[in-house]
């Protein structure tokens, strides 16, 4: 089963980023809206459109649940709770967004991965210990080691 989900990022106040828009009138930050298709079983997106909180023409309900989770963990986890995406236009905020779901994604997959070889559903497996194998991976590849990190 797969369901629509909306959530919202915070941007850099910039010129470029004000045509996103502002979630509340007592936001410092302009927020750009994301809407993903979402399955309810692995959380793996699989269509996504960016655009101005502002002119959002459907409400978006409030995710539920585990499907709440699965961008609650995108932000803590994935993103370090920063409180806002780093590109300064618009170009750039919709290239950092398809990066985060991308790599989102690929967390997802390896959690499939590894529900399926254990015959688990694949929410039993943990995201935020996909994640750090996946980025030790890395690591590992170019030659350095997780305590060489500043």
């Not at 692995?42 to 409030?62: K, N, R, V, W, Y």
Request: glycine residues 6%; contains cysteine; aromatic residues 10%.
């Amino acid at each position: 089963m797969i369901c629509t989900v909306g959530t919202q990022f915070k941007t850099q106040d910039t010129p470029s980023n004000r045509h996103f828009g502002y979630a509340q009138s007592t936001t410092n930050f302009p927020s750009v809206l994301a809407v993903t298709l979402m399955s309810t079983r692995t959380h793996l997106i699989s269509d996504a459109a960016f655009g101005p909180i502002t002119q959002s023409e459907i409400q978006i309900p409030t995710p539920k649940g585990e499907i709440e989770r699965g961008y609650g963990e995108l932000k803590q986890y994935q993103l370090s709770n920063k409180p806002a995406l780093r590109s300064l236009n618009q170009e750039g905020i919709y290239q950092e967004l398809w990066g985060i779901l991308t790599s989102y994604n690929i967390v997802r997959l390896e959690m499939a991965e590894m529900a399926k070889a254990h015959k688990v559903e694949p929410l039993r497996i943990s995201f935020i210990n996909v994640l750090y194998l996946i980025q030790d991976e890395f690591l590992w590849c170019s030659g350095r080691k997780p305590r060489d990190n500043p």
